[in-house]
């Protein structure tokens, strides 16, 4: 049985043999590192440079969604605008004005790459943060980039904090956000405290990510975030379904999650609870995949958006939709939105493993790419 496995040690380990829930857990030590390569790296500096025109930030995947939580972390109080750019061509308003941050755990990703080297050509100001010895940085050397590298050893989705932490201190130096050293390694800490909680030999009945995998485990997954900040989350977490778990997820952030998705809580998705004793081959499908809702609160939510979450759960349970609600930890926005972050990591790693799916590999992924390279 599922939660048999759960609380075998043993047996979960045999059955991530590319060790992702290790991976997962070094979160913290990826903040603290980042943190001291910043430091040798010079990111500080930038705090003496004149505040760049806008920000874009490259990046696919797993090392793409480090521009999302810096636009996360930064808020609606960032005096610049932050764009992400996932794919090729840098856009044409982009230029000596600006500055461009290039992400990429390998060092080899092709979108990044080749719009790296269009910022080159026009000039950008850059920062670049990914493996040492690899294109990338022969590119960032060429730009005069600062560059901070990335520890090698895991998959990219799995070194999130590695690749995030430097555009946070970067933000910060540039007075895009507000988070200290201090802030920082407040974060490190709750990452400890969340991975305690959440370690493979805790009772499932006291991990919260246990908990929850046995409840997302064979269920179609609506992710919704109550915030700006939550709603990164939300997309990351149903970013880690997909690889880690190799589930469909959708995902949302409340009030436009309002507008349209909840409509599928009147649809074939939703229903009562599901019947064990039914036959598959019957015309009500009674074993059908059903709607799981997950809400991510933050702690600072819109007054009318908090009372959006709280009627869409209501209306959710009504429909026989399973809800779980989670809420964020900590003071500061990166403390809380790595907190969310890390509870999805946990949560789709443990989906796998109670699914029997080794989390690490993603072939599909690696062959896209080669028979693109042919």
Not at 147 to 163: I, M, N
Not at 200 to 213: D, F, I, M, R, S
Not at 244 to 256: D, F, H, Q, R, Y
Not at 306 to 313: E, G, Q, Y
Request: overall charge negative.
């Amino acid at each position: 049985m599922a939660d048999d496995l759960l609380d075998d040690p043993a047996g979960l380990d045999a059955a991530d043999p590319s060790g992702m829930l290790r991976a997962v857990a070094s979160s913290a030590g990826q903040v603290r590192e980042a943190a001291a390569l910043c430091v040798e790296a010079g990111v500080g500096r930038l705090a003496s440079e004149d505040l760049p025109r806008s920000v874009v930030v490259l990046g696919m995947g797993g090392s793409g969604v480090a521009g999302d939580i810096l636009v996360a972390v930064a808020g609606a109080t960032c005096p610049v605008p932050i764009v992400t750019h996932k794919g090729f061509g840098l856009p044409i308003w982009v230029g000596a004005a600006d500055l461009v941050i290039a992400v990429s755990f390998s060092g080899t990703t092709e979108e990044t790459l080749a719009t790296l080297d269009e910022a080159v050509r026009r000039g950008c100001r850059l920062l670049v943060v990914g493996a040492a010895g690899s294109p990338l940085e022969m590119l960032a050397t060429r730009g005069r980039a600062l560059f901070v590298p990335v520890t090698q050893g895991r998959q990219p989705r799995a070194s999130v904090f590695a690749l995030s932490t430097p555009l946070v201190i970067a933000g910060d130096a540039l007075g895009l956000l507000s988070c200290s050293a201090e802030e920082v390694e407040a974060t490190a800490v709750l990452l400890e405290q969340l991975a305690s909680r959440n370690r493979p030999t805790a009772e499932t009945v006291l991990n919260p990510g246990k908990t929850l995998a046995l409840g997302l485990s064979g269920m179609l997954p609506a992710i919704w975030g109550s915030s700006p900040l939550a709603g990164v989350a939300a997309y990351r977490f149903a970013c880690q379904l997909n690889e880690n778990s190799k589930t469909p997820a959708i995902w949302g952030v409340l009030p436009e999650a309002g507008h349209n998705q909840i409509v599928a809580f009147d649809g074939p998705f939703a229903g009562g609870p599901r019947d064990i004793f039914a036959d598959p081959f019957e015309g009500d499908a009674g074993d059908r995949t059903r709607l799981h809702l997950v809400l991510l609160r933050d702690t600072e939510e819109h007054p009318a958006v908090a009372r959006r979450a709280t009627v869409a759960r209501d209306l959710a349970r009504s429909r026989g939709v399973d809800v779980s609600e989670l809420v964020a930890e900590g003071l500061s926005p990166f403390q809380r939105l790595a907190s969310l972050v890390a509870l999805g990591d946990w949560t789709s790693t443990y989906v796998a493993l109670v699914e029997g799916t080794d989390p690490t590999p993603v072939d599909v992924i690696t062959e896209l790419k080669a028979a693109v390279g042919r």
